[in-house]
């Protein structure tokens, strides 16, 4: 089975890719959220994923309109020896129309920030993505020796890893604005208790005002 991708670039060339029995993610696929923990499902080889402050980043406001927001993640693979509470950044679809809400995660990397500087690791799970250098479908996420290894963000049609990279950081330009943005639990808690500390507050400074006004 043949299909055919075209798409017109940013010189307005038309461009056409006939790509044999492959359908590469996009950049709407593309996620970051906070890990917690991945359980198997019971009679199933499937894992459901527990994620926190899930964002498809790339996704546009009609896309947001478009898409489900996630209720369930799943994936065919575990993660046990990912970091509860890290930052991650993958690749998910929804396999079932009838089920838009649920997303089958492909592959992901852990998100790093170090000194402002973002970074990606190399994938936990192998994928199908698009390489530009042989113009075809490949493997991404193997390790091969003498072969640059396909990250999380180089298996799309038009641009690598580098690009997409350099928009995340022109986004979060600090990694306080990306932990703000996609925060921990423990973040979310303390946040919950400071606005909560502060309506009392206002609350008090409230009534202690009315108490004077009758006076």
């Not at 993610?25 to 499902?41: G, M, Q, T, W």
């Amino acid at each position: 089975m043949m299909k055919i991708f075209c798409y017109l670039g940013w010189s307005t060339l038309f461009f056409c890719q006939s790509v044999m029995a492959c359908m590469p993610h996009s950049p709407n696929d593309v996620f970051i959220a906070r890990y917690h923990d991945s359980l198997p499902v019971q009679g199933s080889s499937d894992f459901i994923f527990q994620l926190s402050s899930g964002q498809f980043i790339f996704r546009s406001k009609l896309d947001e309109v478009k898409y489900k927001k996630p209720t369930q993640w799943k994936s065919t693979f575990s993660s046990q020896n990912i970091e509860k509470g890290s930052l991650i950044i993958g690749l998910a679809y929804t396999p079932d129309g009838a089920k838009p809400e649920q997303y089958q995660i492909t592959s992901f990397a852990t998100l790093s920030c170090a000194h402002n500087q973002l970074s990606v690791s190399r994938p936990v799970q192998p994928f199908l993505a698009w390489n530009r250098q042989m113009a075809k479908c490949t493997i991404g996420g193997r390790k091969t020796i003498g072969i640059k290894t396909i990250g999380i963000l180089d298996g799309f049609i038009q641009y690598d890893q580098s690009h997409y990279l350099a928009q995340l950081q022109q986004k979060y330009p600090t990694c306080e604005q990306l932990n703000k943005a996609f925060p921990s639990i423990e973040m979310e808690e303390n946040s919950q208790d400071s606005n909560l500390l502060s309506s009392w507050k206002l609350w008090w400074a409230k009534l202690i005002s009315q108490i004077k006004s009758w006076f």
